[in-house]
């Protein structure tokens, strides 16, 4: 079965710095891109971050660049989302997603994307 797994949500306090994993399992992500979107209530779909197959390209949306970092660990088949500094407007169900590498570098276009996880809650309050 090829799927992708997010983990690593939960509540955490303002300022913290959990960090979410993207897993996948039937298929191996260094073929793939990966990109990580989040939706909050009410809200429409928001690109996070995102990474090339190759991990050489690295992209981050404004609203988080400088506070998350996106990685790859191949031998894992895995990629994190570091996130340090949390706000209540991070409070998010946060979704990872492949797409083939015949992409060059990585899109937040979601209509590229080949798989999707279910998604992972962030809540952020005290």
């Known amino acids: 079965q090829l799927q992708l797994v997010e983990s690593g949500g939960g509540l955490v306090q303002p300022e913290g710095s959990p960090r979410l994993s993207c897993s996948a399992s039937g298929f191996t992500l260094e073929n793939y891109f990966i990109t990580w979107f989040r939706q909050s209530p009410g809200k429409e779909r928001e690109w996070v971050s995102c990474v090339s197959a190759t991990g050489r390209i690295i992209k981050y949306a404004d609203s988080v660049k400088g506070r998350f970092t996106i990685s790859r660990d191949s031998a894992r088949n895995t990629v994190y989302l570091q996130m340090n500094s949390l706000k209540p407007e991070d409070t998010a169900v946060y979704y990872c997603?492949?797409?083939?590498?015949?992409?060059?570098?990585?899109?937040?276009?979601?209509?590229?994307?080949?798989?999707w996880g279910k998604g992972t809650l962030v809540t952020v309050s005290s």
């Open positions: 997603a492949a797409g083939h590498r015949t992409v060059v570098g990585c899109v937040s276009s979601s209509s590229t994307m080949n798989y």
